[in-house]
């Protein structure tokens, strides 16, 4: 598996396409700025509303910039806010799902629309909901068998239990996508079918950048990160990183850190990976489990307190 979180950031190129979804979290800005320039979507999660509306009121533009879209019970979203983004024409859909949360709520539009957000010409900027539901795109317009990545803007620096909740849904939801693209050949498994998936998925918080490594052989680009012996204007990474397994132990196998290790054995109660260093501008980790890979953003990224 083939990971590069950093080409999100990165100016030498465009990243794959991918959303942004806001969660009911405090907002990283510094990293959000950066994101929001190539998002084909920004949505927000019920009360993540709030802290969208918050975030561009503190800059007298709430009234100019706005989400794409906002998915979920509803029950968090204040109502001045909802009747401020209401007046606007910003996409609010209430989904009264007591089985599932927000967060999965958002997702699970992505996954059933993804089609119309794989197109070259969609972009946050122009909304991406500015064709009604049941209008179709040209022939050849969407990019067919595409990937649409999920970069999720949320906290881990707050309360325990919710940090624990964020981290179980990119989990699961993980886990979820896999599954169903293995399980279908590699095609979609969408409501459009054949107009593309959902790719991979990444927790922005305040200070990182954390998926889920797939089991088997992982290869990750780190290019731009601060380490001994490089010297870069703008780094994208501090040289941080922990590998911290999730269901119970695993053994791993990694290579391109300070300490790398062979067919070793991690579990939470035993020996963890944590603050390990980047040594080289691709590592790999090797795991017959999933692990969470967590990296630290560099400075400029994090968000400012």
């Known amino acids: 598996m083939e990971w590069d979180p950093t080409q999100f950031f990165r100016d030498d190129h465009t990243p794959n396409p991918f959303a942004l979804l806001i969660l009911n979290q ?6 959000f700025r950066v994101l929001r320039k ?17 975030m561009m009121k503190a800059h007298d533009r709430e009234s100019i910039d706005l989400p794409d879209i906002i ?46 957000f794989l197109s070259p010409c ?9 064709k009604s539901e049941g209008e179709e795109r040209k022939e050849g317009e969407e990019e067919e068998g595409g990937e649409l990545d999920v970069l999720i803007l949320g906290g881990l620096g707050g309360r325990v239990d919710q940090a624990f909740s964020q981290i179980h849904h990119l989990y699961s939801m993980t886990q979820s996508y896999s599954a169903s693209s293995s399980s279908s050949g590699g095609h979609s498994t969408s409501s459009q079918e054949g107009t593309g998936k959902i790719g991979n998925l990444y927790l922005i918080s305040e200070e990182s950048i954390t998926f889920i490594l797939r089991p088997g052989r992982n290869t990750i680009q780190t290019p731009g990160t601060n380490r001994p012996g490089v010297s870069s204007a703008e780094y994208l990474l501090e040289e941080n990183v922990g590998i911290i397994p999730l269901l119970g132990p695993a053994r791993i196998t990694t290579s391109g850190f300070q300490w790398d290790v062979v067919d070793w054995k ?15 501008e691709v590592v790999t980790v090797e795991s017959l489990m999933p692990v969470l890979f967590t990296l630290e953003l ?8």
């Open 266 to 280: 991690t579990e939470i109660g035993g020996q963890l990976s944590t603050s390990n260093h980047i040594r080289s």
């Open 298 to 305: 560099a400075g400029r990224l994090k968000r400012d307190r």
């Open 26 to 31: 405090p907002i990283n800005e510094r990293a």
């Open 71 to 116: 998915i979920g019970d509803l029950d968090s979203i204040t109502p001045d806010t909802r009747s401020h983004y209401a007046n606007l024409g910003v996409h609010i859909i209430e989904d009264e799902d007591q089985y599932s949360t927000d967060f999965t709520k958002c997702l699970n539009y992505l996954r059933a629309h993804v089609g119309k």
């Open 122 to 130: 969609t972009s946050s900027s122009e909304s991406a909901v500015s």
């Open 38 to 54: 190539h998002a084909k979507v920004t949505l927000c999660a019920d009360g993540g509303a709030n802290r969208f509306y918050s």
